[in-house]
T-cell receptor, first 113, second 111 residues
Framework: KAGVTQTPRYLIKTRGQQVTLSCSPISGHRSVSWYQQTPGQGLQFLFEYFSETQRNKGNFPGRFSGRQFSNSRSEMNVSTLELGDSALYLC????????????FGPGTRLTVL | GQNIDQPTEMTATEGAIVQINCTYQTSGFNGLFWYQQHAGEAPTFLSYNVLDGLEEKGRFSSFLSRSKGYSYLLLKELQMKDSASYLCAVRPRGGSYIPTFGRGTSLIVHP
């Protein structure tokens, strides 16, 4: 069974631009969560989607948004990029919302110049 | 909210045993995760403890004391490939289920 895939793997943008990241969960998994990982803050929860609905949201500004499609694939968007948005963005899928075990994708490394 | 504390870095020798501690303060607790993350890779699930006590999975064991707000990950017969970051994460009781992660412990295994 294929794992969680994320595209692109690396991205370089400049301040003020916007970016869209994509995540394809493991087949049969319906919950997708997004996390931001930085050396200073560690792994921080952004949001969770289940059945095309945002179920939970972390403490991030409205510039961070996401959505989920009917095939459970998810995208997250960051608008008006800031230098501090440089991070590894990880997507994790699980069978159901609230399920114990999450499977992480390899991440998208975003660099904002 | 949750506050999670774990050491930033530890070093150990190949073949030895190492214990990585995690303490937490939380307003509501369901369980505690341990994840392993190699440099440049995604975190991988190691364990999820809900009840007090020790759970063993091969060379890795995880312990939880709910009353003390304390957990540890025990790695036996260390191998070079165990050099990685180990993340402790707490899942709250009820509500969102979303885990809060500690900043991770970087373990360096040397020959």
């Amino acid at each position: 069974k294929a794992g969680v895939t994320q595209t692109p793997r690396y991205l370089i943008k400049t301040r003020g631009q916007q970016v869209t990241l994509s995540c394809s969960p493991i087949s049969g998994h319906r919950s997708v969560s997004w996390y931001q990982q930085t050396p200073g803050q560690g792994l921080q929860f952004l949001f969770e989607y289940f059945s095309e609905t945002q179920r939970n949201k972390g403490n991030f500004p409205g510039r961070f948004s996401g959505r989920q499609f009917s095939n459970s694939r998810s995208e997250m968007n960051v608008s008006t990029l800031e230098l501090g948005d440089s991070a590894l963005y990880l997507c994790a899928s699980s069978i159901e919302t609230g399920y114990n075990e999450q499977f992480f994708g390899p991440g998208t490394r975003l660099t904002v110049l | 909210g949750q506050n999670i504390d774990q050491p930033t870095e530890m070093t150990a020798t190949e073949g030895a045993i190492v214990q990585i501690n995690c303490t937490y303060q939380t307003s509501g607790f369901n369980g505690l995760f341990w994840y392993q993350q190699h440099a440049g890779e995604a975190p991988t699930f190691l364990s999820y403890n809900v009840l007090d006590g020790l759970e063993e999975k091969g060379r890795f064991s995880s312990f939880l004391s709910r009353s003390k707000g304390y957990s540890y990950l025990l790695l036996k017969e260390l191998q070079m490939k165990d050099s990685a970051s180990y993340l402790c994460a707490v899942r709250p009781r009820g509500g969102s289920y979303i885990p809060t992660f500690g900043r991770g412990t970087s373990l360096i295994v040397h020959p």
